[in-house]
């Protein structure tokens, strides 16, 4: 009996130990969430907006001129003949020959600028001070009538500086004579160099002569209202505006009236 019992026992063990292992199934999850994407941010493509033209708001033409103008863009281009309506740009230049005579407007300001025979200038600078138009000329050679309309303008030679407010200004330059005048027909003018400089009323002129200053204001000589007369033919349109000065100017020879 115990030997059968021993038997059965040792069967019972073999078919435990070779019976196959139950594998339970994986529990499934309960309440998981699916992943969340964020949500794409907008992309930008920045593009540099175009910077804008600038456009001058002051502009120097040649509104007449006569025979034997010349002008260039600047200096590093030969001069050519010179029509009415070119825009002579910063830098430019322009000249007059023997018997050549031209006019220069400065828009929108409204100032003239008379070109005398045998002139050569430059335009250096025509800007904006403070909303006050300012401009900057340089006179190589000859003689220019300045009729200024607002703001201020200064005529640079080797010589020295001239500028006006207010009105009416002539300036001459020879090289040969190493010598500078400038004349006030109204307005505020001034003339300077190394060695001072003098202030200018209507009716006043002053020199440099071979670098030296003069020792301060003098009066306008015939001669020289007779050149503003010849080349600056606007006076005309002006009765009233030189006062003292037109009693002077009257009893000038008469001119032919130039426009």
Not at 47 to 69: C, D, I
Not at 121 to 141: H, Q
Not at 189 to 204: D, K, P, W
Not at 224 to 249: K, Q, S, V
Request: hydrophobic share 40%; proline share 9%; with cysteine.
């Amino acid at each position: 009996m115990p030997r059968i019992f021993f038997t059965w026992l040792t069967i019972l063990f073999l078919l435990t130990a070779c019976a196959p292992a139950i594998t339970l199934p994986a529990a499934t999850p309960t309440n998981t969430l699916a992943p969340v994407s964020s949500p794409a941010l907008p992309t930008f493509t920045l593009t540099a907006s175009p910077s804008p033209v600038p456009t001058p708001s002051r502009r120097a033409e040649l509104s007449q001129v006569e025979p034997l103008v010349q002008a260039r863009v600047s200096d590093e281009v030969a001069f050519s003949a010179a029509a009415p309506g070119i825009t002579l740009p910063v830098g430019g230049e322009a000249q007059t020959g023997e018997e050549g005579r031209a006019r220069l407007d400065l828009a929108p300001d409204g100032t003239i600028i008379r070109l005398a025979p045998n002139t050569h200038f430059a335009l250096s600078k025509l800007d904006e001070e403070a909303g006050n138009p300012f401009t900057d000329l340089e006179l190589f050679f000859g003689q220019l009538y300045i009729l200024l309309s607002g703001g201020e303008l200064q005529v640079q030679t080797p010589a020295g500086v001239a500028s006006v407010r207010g009105s009416m200004m002539g300036v001459s330059y020879d090289h040969a004579a190493e010598t500078m005048i400038v004349t006030c027909l109204e307005g505020h003018c001034s003339l300077q160099n190394e060695g001072g400089r003098i202030e200018l009323v209507a009716g006043q002129a002053a020199d440099i002569i071979r670098g030296n200053l003069a020792r301060g204001p003098r009066s306008l000589t015939d001669g020289e209202l007779y050149g503003w007369l010849e080349n600056a033919p606007e006076l005309n349109d002006f009765p009233d505006l030189l006062g003292g000065l037109r009693e002077r100017i009257d009893k000038l020879p008469k001119l032919p009236r130039r426009r």
